[in-house]
């Protein structure tokens, strides 16, 4: 087998020290600050930017208009109709959850109760918004579509304590879904 050697090219001098390759970055920059000024950034309409670029003034102005449908926010529990628990413990998208986040502890329903053929339902529902990245993979995950990434982006807390959302919090700010839940179907 023959041995081919390859030969480098030789750099000239103003290519050893980069002096090209820092003007034009230096021409580009000057280009869209100037642009900037003028009142003419790309995006800068769509953002009902306040003058200078395209930055938004966040507390005044917010993205609610501009999210797309797409958009994966925070996750939230939601009930039905009735006001009933759509979660069934199955804990599915606690084994899913890539950064571990969800931990359900879960609680049987009593026999007495109208509902107790669904055998059981979330004794303890937990979140960590601290850990969560919010991937989707949850939502996507549950049968019974119990828990929704809502379009929420302005999560905050003082402490770490608060951002964990136990399941009260959670079903406070995931509301009611309507439509079929499997289960609370009759065929079931």
């Known amino acids: 087998m023959a041995v081919v050697k390859l030969q480098r090219p030789q750099l000239k001098l103003g290519e050893k020290i980069y002096f090209g390759a ?53 996750p939230a529990l939601v009930t039905d109709e009735q006001g009933r628990e759509r979660c069934v413990s199955c804990q599915l998208c606690e084994f899913i959850c890539p950064p571990k986040a969800i931990r359900i502890t879960p609680g049987e329903i009593p026999s007495d109760d109208p509902w107790a053929k669904v055998e059981k339902r ?42 964990l959302h136990d399941k009260k919090k959670l079903y406070e700010i995931g509301g009611v879904r309507t439509g079929l839940v499997n289960k609370w179907n009759e065929l079931k």
């Open 122 to 163: 979330p004794k303890e529902f937990e979140i960590d918004m601290i850990r969560c990245i919010y991937c989707g993979m949850c939502e996507e995950v549950c049968p019974e579509q119990a828990i929704y990434l809502r379009k929420d982006y302005l999560i905050t807390g003082l402490k770490r304590a608060d951002m």
């Open 22 to 74: 820092l003007v034009k970055g230096f021409i580009l920059t000057l280009g869209h600050a100037i642009r900037s000024l003028r009142g003419k950034s790309v995006g800068a309409k769509d953002l009902e930017s306040s003058g200078l670029g395209v930055t938004m003034q966040f507390p005044e102005q917010r993205w609610d208009s501009h999210l797309p449908d797409y958009y994966r926010g925070a």
